[in-house]
């Protein structure tokens, strides 16, 4: 296994609300998105992952999915816990988007608009669902998929962790072959990319490199979002 991570605040955020977990060694890892007022945002996104990741640990054990899911509901209620006890906090939430490899597996937690994604032999495909009202809409007909430009409502998450006591996750398993590389993101990339340009930009050069370029190419285009980037392939 090869992996890369990058994160940057964007060219128009004080702020980076943004964070990763990585984990190689146990093969885990997550991409976090906050959201909130002053500093609420970044501390939900730390707070969640730190959260997850003790829950997680090197997970050794009982169904991986299982595990996952528990790891996500130990990490909203840290968040949650934390906003309501702390006036400055309040409202605060965050993305989780999480995954762990095992014996040619990937199991997967997910909850948010950050993304995962499966690339394998220049096809690539999303094996999450955006809890957006954008896409809940287009789901049910409501929208066609030329508007999300002008949709209002794009941004707007109908599942965040912290926000309320308990969180429905989606969760989920993949085969793995030798050549696949996964992408774990926060939507200041999937914001300027589209999966063409993703897939250009990793048909090319070392893992690390492919890492840069996604988030160069995500500040070239606008930069208005934090972006975060976690690209791992899989060597054997």
């Given at each position: 296994m090869e992996w890369a991570a990058v994160t940057d605040r964007g060219l128009y955020r004080e702020k980076n609300e943004d964070a990763y977990l990585a984990l190689p060694e146990c093969g885990l890892f997550a991409v976090a998105d906050g959201l909130g007022g002053h500093l609420a945002g970044e501390v939900a996104s730390r707070v969640a992952l730190e959260s997850f990741a003790a829950a997680m640990g090197c997970w050794e054990g009982d169904d991986p999915v299982t595990a996952l899911t528990r790891a996500a509901a130990a990490a909203n209620e840290a968040v949650y816990q934390l906003a309501q006890t702390n006036p400055e906090y309040k409202d605060m939430g965050?993305?989780?988007?999480?995954?762990?490899?095992?014996?040619?597996?990937?199991?997967?937690?997910?909850?948010?608009?950050?993304?995962?994604?499966?690339?394998?032999?220049?096809?690539?495909?999303?094996?999450?669902?955006?809890?957006?009202?954008?896409?809940?809409?287009?789901?049910?007909?409501?929208?066609?998929?030329?508007?999300?430009?002008?949709?209002?409502?794009?941004?707007?998450?109908?599942?965040?962790?912290?926000?309320?006591?308990?969180?429905?996750?989606?969760?989920?398993?993949?085969?793995?072959?030798?050549?696949?590389?996964?992408?774990?993101?926060?939507?200041?990339?999937?914001?300027?990319?589209?999966?063409?340009?993703?897939?250009?930009?990793?048909?090319?050069?070392?893992?690390?490199?492919?890492?840069?370029?996604?988030?160069?190419?995500?500040?070239?285009?606008?930069?208005?979002?934090?972006?975060?980037?976690?690209?791992?392939k899989i060597t054997a």
């Open positions: 965050t993305t989780l988007t999480a995954c762990i490899l095992r014996d040619g597996e990937l199991f997967w937690v997910h909850v948010g608009d950050s993304r995962g994604y499966l690339i394998r032999e220049q096809e690539i495909a999303p094996f999450t669902r955006d809890h957006s009202l954008y896409t809940e809409f287009l789901r049910e007909g409501q929208l066609a998929a030329g508007e999300a430009e002008v949709y209002p409502g794009r941004n707007v998450l109908t599942r965040a962790l912290g926000v309320e006591p308990t969180v429905a996750a989606d969760t989920g398993r993949l085969s793995l072959e030798a050549g696949d590389v996964v992408l774990l993101c926060t939507d200041g990339l999937t914001l300027h990319l589209d999966e063409t340009d993703i897939i250009g930009v990793v048909s090319r050069g070392m893992v690390a490199q492919q890492a840069e370029e996604l988030v160069r190419l995500a500040l070239e285009r606008g930069g208005r979002d934090n972006v975060t980037v976690i690209l791992i």
